[in-house]
């Protein structure tokens, strides 16, 4: 099997179009392409942040639900009014480098309402979008209902590595929730093993809360990676076939970890780079387990390193700023939205011609 990697980093300059296809984005907050839709279709307000060109001219109501994290309910799963049979699916798993902050008893993704709830863009980690979000509504070829589990300070499983709380919710908790819901394919999202992705990216706590604590921290990512993959089979066995892993970015080098010296940003980096060798045998080892698998890697650590070791090409001001517009990171240890956009340039580039 082949991993693809996709390093592509070019600030694209798109032309608008004269009109945006089906499924896609056609208006809301900071949205600068193309606000007609082809015909046969509508652009439809959901949100301040989104409108998409929906089939039809019936007009869709924009979901009630705040963004903020207090407003969660644990209410029965609403139900599209029509399943969307001609729709891919998307179930996510990681921590705050994806989260959107969903709530798999609340709204579900349906036309219209891509992430279900909290409605486009959700919550983020640091506001504004995240590479999840722009590949679902702007860098789609076709209609994506983007389940995300991903749970911000998330472990891959808290009984091997603590989270920063005992509330947050592991890989682990995330993958339960997802069997114990549509993983039986209901009428509400019948999914099928052809036209669903199942992501992964994890490990950034994982090795943060651990990288130094001493032993044999090989053996250790050897630990983290039986629990990760003993979840990969769980979700095999009710029929996903299609994974997107990604390995985990050059954190050592986030402004939070540069203050504390270059001997625990040297440990940090060796610790990482262990671990994320070993994902990728473990994702090439999982399509020969099953072969009617197949698995896709994104490299996130040489996508960042690429963008910090020339930030200005990519239009930030450097690589240690944040929290303001041109910055790299949005806060001391996330990216910004800015370079959300390209991870999710550089994802969908990856997932080319695959279930898109």
């Given at each position: 099997m082949k991993l693809t990697l996709s390093l592509s980093f070019v600030i694209l300059v798109v032309a608008v179009a004269a009109q945006q296809t089906e499924w896609g984005q056609c208006g809301g907050i900071g949205w600068t392409g193309a606000t007609t839709c082809v015909s046969g279709t509508t652009c439809v307000t959901q949100n301040d942040y989104y409108a998409q060109c929906l089939p039809g001219t019936a007009s869709v109501s924009s979901s009630s639900r705040?963004?903020?994290l207090a407003s969660s309910t644990s209410s029965a799963p609403s139900q599209p009014t029509a399943p969307a049979t001609n729709a891919n699916y998307w179930f996510s798993f990681g921590d705050s480098y994806t989260q959107t902050d969903f709530d798999y008893t609340s709204t579900l993704p349906a036309p219209g309402n891509p992430l279900g709830n909290p409605p486009f863009p959700g919550y983020t980690a640091v506001g504004g979008t995240n590479w999840i979000d722009e590949?679902?509504?702007k860098y789609n070829k076709s209609l994506i209902l983007t389940y995300n589990y991903?749970?911000?300070g998330a472990t891959i499983d808290?009984?091997?590595?603590?989270?920063?709380?005992?509330?947050?919710?592991?890989?682990t908790d995330q993958v339960n929730e997802f069997l114990n819901s549509v993983a039986t394919k209901p009428a509400s999202t019948p999914w099928t093993s052809a036209d669903s992705l199942f992501s992964f990216w994890i490990g950034i706590n994982d090795i943060g809360n651990s990288y130094y604590l001493g032993g044999d921290r090989a053996a250790f990512s050897d630990t983290l990676l039986d629990a990760y993959f003993a979840l990969v089979e769980k979700v095999v066995a009710v029929g996903a076939r299609n994974f997107l892993f990604i390995n985990v970015p050059p954190v050592d080098?986030?402004?939070?970890?540069?203050?504390q010296g270059t001997a625990a940003t040297s440990l940090e980096a060796s610790v990482i780079a262990g671990y994320n060798s070993k994902l990728a045998q473990r994702a090439a080892a999982l399509t020969t387990n099953h072969t009617d698998a197949k698995t896709w890697l994104w490299d996130s650590n040489?996508?960042?390193s690429?963008?910090?070791d020339d930030p200005t090409a990519y239009g930030f001001i450097d690589n240690t700023s944040y929290g303001n517009t041109g910055d790299f990171w949005g806060n001391n240890y996330h990216p910004s939205s800015a370079a959300q956009e390209l991870w999710a340039q550089d994802v969908a580039a990856v997932l080319t011609n695959t279930i898109w």
């Open positions: 705040s963004s903020s590949i679902t509504v991903a749970y911000g808290a009984s091997l590595v603590a989270p920063y709380e005992s509330t947050v919710l592991s890989m080098r986030s402004p939070m970890m540069t203050a040489t996508a960042f690429i963008v910090l």
